[in-house]
């Protein structure tokens, strides 16, 4: 017989594995999907998880994806934390992609040491900026930041298709929907001669670690801490709640905004109509998967990461579709939801003998 | 210039059109909110119901099996959110956000296959009647059925929340979990036949779409409309009747888009497109203001976990 018992206390233990089940779980789900699809389960799975970093191509292609799911997911961390609920991390990143771009622009054919830095200051405060939009209506107008943040990422991606056909356009570039090149001064330097792997990778590490140091040493993550664990104990501790919303909404945007930086300065170089993959979505899981822990995100992105990868090379190889990714994600997700029951409860197993 | 009195009448039939996907979804998932779930998976369930509806069309070619598998598919999937956030207690907005990322992932997935097929013609009613009227013709006549339940719905919505005794124990267990359950009311239970009713509509929506509204199969095709759906229901104060005008806002500013690029207005293309989306924020902000209104119309127990205590 089984019976389901409540803990006492959350496991804090199970709190770290829970993830590790997640993954695993989703791994047998996805062996169970290809079988129905007609794939031999392992070696799909190969494909999609093995093949893609095999060699230092692939883990370099590894590190390029995680950097703006890193980089995204430990913004969003400050704001689930602080139970804000930002989804238009993608509409932010788009808007800090316009920004730094446009910037960029301006030094078309210029050199300089000081360009680089502009641009991506430049990334970092329009996707500020953007992410300010739901937070003032959240705080002053009492408006549903959700919707509010995700309305705005289809308002974003519309805004980015006027410029790059529009008045941005490349003069010589036969009427593509893409920008010029940017000048190299504006671009990430690349880490590794033949590798497409960049300067990003450290603005995602600094992030990590300025985020670390705000949850654990600071006041201010301990205030974020407890409003997210109980709203009424912050108003009666007197926190700031207006002021710390619009704060994690600034962090969050700063970080969506330097991973479209990341991206437009670092592997694309111009600007054109697909700069993220929806990067902006997955990196809520990635937040998730991560346990909102700076070490954890690390982690997650990293396995994330895969998924388009395994993506791309299962299309390539075995003529797998390419949103078996996405697919993939969204099990990662709920399987970690589902196994958070472990953390509140417990299931005993009652031989019959008794 | 004369204008035709009847292409007005077109004009706003066509505006009811694009508003049906919306009056579906959001009549759905009012009922689902107003027993205490917020199911953020519409998007999701949504392009579940279009790809199933369209892929079932072409390969049974029985149009009822279509749109009642589509109807079903809504329910499947929405049986995952369920079963998570009912069964398991887990959080509702990350549970909807997974439902939804995994919904466009196996709509794209499955319909692979059906991308450039042609659609099949849907019967439409009183055909025959549209020239007998002028204006009112094009607007009441020749249309799907589907186009005459969505109308119908918020009607029916309205009533059964307010008349009838299943609706008010919806309403009990959105309001109060806790009574409800002392009265005896299997709070649980309730919670999930929401969701799945929920997931039915959404899946009629998805499946308007693909087979009705414009009959094809095409990637992310819902373009969020499953999120516009979830903002109407903000909009409407939770009253079903309010959805009715507010879906026709919505399929206002769609329509009126395409027109305004047909007479040839200088204004960016993508700004037009994007009207819509401005527009629910700048609603959602008038509508939210008055947060005492707000807090009264709201289910009290929204997206929050009920879990009983044995």
Not at chain 1, 43 to 64: C, H, M, N, R, T
Not at chain 1, 318 to 341: C, E, H, N, R
Not at chain 2, 76 to 87: C, D, E, G, P, R
Not at chain 2, 173 to 183: C, I, L, R, Y
């Amino acid at each position: 017989m089984i019976k389901i018992v409540k803990r006492d206390q959350p496991s804090r233990a199970i709190f770290f594995f829970t993830p590790v089940l997640a993954i695993f779980l989703t791994l047998v789900a996805g062996g169970l999907i290809f079988f129905i699809l007609g794939f031999k389960p392992f070696e799909a799975l190969k494909f999609f998880f093995i093949v893609p970093i095999a060699d230092k191509y692939g883990f370099s292609e590894l590190l390029l994806k995680a950097t703006p799911l890193c980089l995204i997911a430990i913004g969003l961390s400050f704001c689930f934390k602080s139970n804000n609920w930002n989804i238009g991390a993608e509409g932010q990143l788009t808007f800090g992609a316009i920004v730094s771009g446009g910037v960029a622009l301006l030094f078309y054919e210029q050199e300089g040491f000081y360009i680089l830095p502009t641009v991506i200051l430049a990334g970092a405060i329009g996707g500020m900026l953007y992410a300010s939009i739901p937070a003032i209506l959240k705080t002053y107008f009492n408006t549903n930041e959700i919707l509010v943040s995700l309305m705005l990422v289809y308002v974003s991606k519309l805004i980015l298709d006027y410029l790059v056909v529009g008045p941005w356009s490349n003069p010589e570039g036969f009427n593509f929907p893409e920008t010029r090149q940017f000048s190299d001064s504006a671009k990430l330097p690349l880490l590794f001669e033949g590798l497409r792997i960049h300067a990003g990778i450290f603005l995602a590490l600094a992030a990590v670690v300025i985020s670390w140091f705000v949850f654990y040493k600071t006041y201010l993550g301990f205030q974020m801490k407890v409003s997210g664990f109980s709203l009424k104990t912050a108003r009666y501790a007197g926190y700031k709640g207006k002021k710390m919303i619009i704060l994690v909404f600034l962090i969050s945007g700063a970080c969506a905004g330097l991973a479209g930086v990341g991206e437009i300065t670092g592997p694309i170089g111009q600007l054109h109509r697909e700069i993220s993959p929806d990067y902006g979505f997955t990196a809520i899981i990635v937040a998730f998967l991560g346990r909102l822990h700076p070490v954890g995100i690390i982690f997650a992105s990293l396995v994330v990461a895969i998924t388009y990868l395994g993506a791309e090379t299962a299309q390539i190889f075995m003529q797998i579709p390419k949103y078996t990714g996405q697919v993939f994600q969204g099990m990662i997700l709920f399987f970690l939801l589902a196994s958070d029951y472990l953390l509140f409860f417990k299931i005993k197993f009652i031989g019959s003998k008794k | 210039m004369i204008i035709d009195i009847n292409f007005i009448g077109l004009i706003i039939a066509s505006i009811m059109a694009s508003a049906v996907p919306l009056i579906l979804a959001s009549c759905g998932e009012l009922i689902t909110e107003r027993s205490g779930v917020l199911n953020l998976g519409v998007e999701g369930m949504m392009i579940i119901g279009a790809i199933s509806g369209f892929a079932l069309m072409t390969v049974t070619g029985s149009l009822i099996i279509a749109v009642f598998g589509a109807m079903l598919a809504g329910v499947l999937i929405s049986t995952i959110f369920a079963f998570l956030t009912q069964t398991l207690i887990t959080n509702h907005v990350a549970t909807g956000l997974a439902l939804t990322i995994f919904g466009i992932g196996i709509s794209a997935m499955i319909g692979k296959n059906f991308v450039g097929i042609p659609g099949k013609e849907f019967p439409v009613l009183f055909e025959g009647l549209k020239d007998t009227i002028p204006l009112l013709g094009p607007i009441l006549f020749g249309h799907s059925i589907v186009f005459y339940f969505a109308f119908a719905l918020p009607f029916i919505t309205s009533y059964f929340l307010k008349k009838t005794k299943i609706g008010l124990i919806v309403r009990a267990v959105g309001d109060s979990p806790e009574s409800a359950s002392n009265q005896g009311i299997n709070v649980r239970l309730v919670r999930y036949a929401c969701i799945l009713y929920g997931g039915a509509m959404s899946g009629l929506a998805g499946a308007y779409l693909s087979m009705i509204y414009t009959p094809q199969w095409i990637e992310n095709m819902t373009g969020g409309r499953g999120w516009i759906a979830l903002a109407l229901v903000v909009f409407s104060t939770w009253n079903p009747i309010k959805i009715l005008i507010g879906a026709m806002i919505f399929g206002g500013l769609t329509i009126i888009q395409f027109h305004m690029q047909a007479i040839g207005v200088r204004i960016p293309v993508q700004f037009l497109t994007a009207l819509p989306y401005i527009v629910t924020i700048i609603v959602l902000v008038v509508i939210s203001r008055d947060s005492r209104k707000i807090r009264l119309s709201t289910p009290s127990s929204l997206g929050k976990s009920f879990h009983k205590d044995n």
